[in-house]
């Protein structure tokens, strides 16, 4: 048991390792001995949980994927009306973007798919599925306008979120990235609102930057 | 003269062939050595252009910007009112990146910035100046809505458009591309469209998927 743990803690220690390295130098950039290095383990050890980098770079992203599923399930658990949720969940994963570097380089390397095979499909189809299914329920409860399809406009926010956070991280690092999503929010509110709706429903931007 | 005319057609070839090779295998795992194959040139001809990778993904960029510039020129030039202008602008750049090897990888070295150094973020400055100039006269011409400043929604229309080309290339390859952005401007019509005009500029989205 004891052993278990400590491999266990051994392969976390790695991921977190390989986050770290492949969101400063980029997947092709990063070699393995960087990992090593980084996660303070031998290469044997490495060697013993992965296979290769593309090994190592799916890790991530399903580490990534799993820290993000746990914290939008409890987002979800609120049980909040769903256009609330689905800010909510906007600004939870900019939060851990701008803070986590697992979920940081999980992202970049979804974004990167090309570098690496297979094409990693997915995170955007979970998103999209998540987003379609709330977008629904939101007409349901008479907040979204249901003048746009739920899954065309769950296969526009999912994308622009992703563009969103991308850009916010050329220029400055996400910092900024927080006030972007409110502000992405804003702009899509009349769009995405029942217009008699709105008035009611656009302070729901402000919780953007309100800490969960 | 006939020297000068040959060298920049190597040239040329160089930056269309690093094009391909980037675009196929990302920039990480691309060489100098698959970059003279698929250009047809030898590695001292290849040395002689360009001093590194570095070098190399730098120009295909810069190709792109002025592949996309002399493209978004013309199109400005058509003096068409502000906010058609930007709709077939977003088309224009969708149908080369559905076609031109160059524009492909011009834009995914673009977003994979971190890849190299240094960061790339003038393309996206200069499509953020054109579209927060392009909406200031579209306030001006009555059609959109002066609700959010044109800096901010500039700031939410080019990274949507960043993230609906690199979610259209994960699961088509960008062949719904053109789709994908007339869906877009579809959402994005309500919120952008100063309300009484909406009816009159909606059809406007249809420009997306006709030749130009």
């Avoid at 890790?59 to 409890?74: C, F, K, L």
């Avoid at 029942?194 to 953007?208: F, I, K, Q, S, W």
């Amino acid at each position: 048991m004891a052993r278990q743990a400590r491999a266990l803690a051994t392969r976390e220690a790695i991921i977190r390792g390989a986050a770290v390295v492949f969101e400063r130098l980029g997947y092709g950039n990063a070699s393995l001995a960087d990992v090593a290095v980084e996660a303070n383990v031998s290469k044997g050890a490495l060697y013993f949980h992965f296979d290769s980098k593309d090994d190592l770079a799916l890790a991530v992203i399903e580490e990534q994927n799993r820290i993000s599923q746990v914290s939008g399930t409890a987002i979800i658990a609120l049980g909040r009306p769903a256009l609330e949720t689905m800010i909510l969940l906007c600004a939870d994963l900019g939060r851990h973007l701008m803070t986590d570097p697992v979920v940081q380089a999980g992202i970049r390397l979804t974004t990167e798919a090309a570098s690496f095979q297979p094409q990693v499909i997915e995170p955007y189809r979970d998103w999209l599925v998540t987003f379609e299914n709330l977008i629904r329920t939101g007409i349901g409860e008479g907040d979204i306008n249901e003048n746009v399809a739920p899954d065309v406009l769950a296969w526009f926010i999912i994308p622009s979120f992703t563009g969103v956070q991308l850009v916010a991280n050329v220029f400055t690092s996400r910092h900024d990235l927080l006030g972007r999503i409110r502000q992405m929010w804003e702009i899509l509110l009349p769009s995405v609102t029942v217009p008699e709706r709105y008035d009611d429903l656009r302070h729901l931007t402000r919780l953007v930057e309100t800490p969960a």
